[in-house]
């Protein structure tokens, strides 16, 4: 069974900094993509950034600039580092990959979600 773990969240005053982890485990053979949303209250979920195995990265205009995902393939591990952190910048945030898992009939391409970790900006 894939399973993705987040860590790194917290209450962090406004301009600072945090930085989210999520490791993947289980019988994977590729990781395409990787990449992290958030969840505000009373808002839609949405995408913050995202990187693909060949390493090109998009991200949301309200965080260019602030956040910066990076991937370490061997860890099998998606980080977000964030700085200079706003209030609005509050949410549940969750990472999600797309990934080649190994099945016990053959290969297949799943999209999973972990289980979400709060980041709070406030002073």
């Known amino acids: 069974q894939v399973q993705l773990v987040e860590s790194g969240g917290g209450l962090v005053q406004p301009g600072g900094s945090l930085r989210l982890s999520c490791a993947a485990s289980?019988?994977?053979?590729?990781?395409?993509?990787m990449g992290w949303y958030r969840q505000a209250p009373g808002k839609e979920r949405e995408l913050v950034a995202r990187?693909?195995?060949?390493?090109?990265?998009n991200y949301a205009d309200s965080v260019k600039g602030r956040f910066t995902i990076s991937r370490d393939n061997a860890k099998k591990t998606a980080y977000l580092q964030m700085s200079s952190l706003k209030p609005e910048d509050t949410a549940v945030y969750y990472c999600?990959?797309?990934?080649?898992?190994?099945?016990?009939?053959?290969?297949?391409?799943?999209?999973?979600w972990g289980q979400g970790t709060l980041v709070t900006v406030s002073s």
């Open positions: 289980g019988s994977i053979f590729s990781i395409n993509v």
């Open positions: 999600n990959f797309v990934l080649v898992e190994i099945g016990r009939v053959g290969y297949r391409e799943r999209e999973v």
């Open positions: 990187i693909i195995s060949g390493g090109a990265t």
